[in-house]
């Protein structure tokens, strides 16, 4: 309860500073919908050849269509993306954010429109076999998500490191400053994919639910949210995207 209500007292502290702060955003044409992201967590939002993409991208950019709107976007921080919300500077948060009861105390989401986890990736020569094995090792983890909290509840004898950005945490096993990451799983296992060398645990930590993250003070934006998603997966443009990103027989 304790980190529950810290977590209040911290967004609304931010956002009260964000609030204050030039170029918070002012009232956008109807058929925009202003949406931010944090852009460093491949497959989910990432940057290639200067172009944001990646599957939370799609999904968004689908979503927007189906309602109309054009999509204005932000980049920001991960950690900055609840504080940023409501302070309105922008109407919607897309970044790999899990629904947690901590962060629906502040925000709203849609429905969850995919499903993840908590994975923990180490180097493919580590000694690390189980989730157990962690316990007196170093972990990374991006400061601002649900990493940082669970490592802390349930495994109160791991050396956490707290970086800022997703591929840091990355670095930091690679180069042997820390054991393990504990990271979302779609982003582990792109790493994998993509750099040999290192490998994810068998056993997930946790199971999750990605949402949008909307203002609670805006139910109608919500209900549009999840009216238009519902729409893009009756008509099977939510499912090329999944199967785009994650395989022919991801669902």
Known sequence: MKSRKLFSIVCLTLAATFAAMPGAASAQGQDTLQVATDATFPPMEFTMNGQRTGFDVDIMNAIAKAMGKN??????????????????????????IYITPERSQVVDFTQSYFAGGLVALVKADSPIKTLADLDGKKVSVQVGTKSVNFLRDNYPKVTRIEVEKNQEMFDLVGIGRADAAVTGKPAA???????????????ELTTEAYGIAVRKDEPQLRDALNAA?????????????VQKWFGPNAK
């Open 71 to 96: 999509i204005q976007w932000t980049d920001i921080d991960f950690k900055g993306l609840i504080p940023g919300l409501i302070a309105h500077r922008f109407d919607v948060a897309i970044s790999g």
């Open 189 to 203: 296992y792109q790493f994998v994919r993509t750099r040999p060398g290192f490998r994810v645990l068998d056993k």
């Open 229 to 241: 998603l519902a729409k893009i997966k009756a008509d099977g443009t939510y499912t090329a995207i």
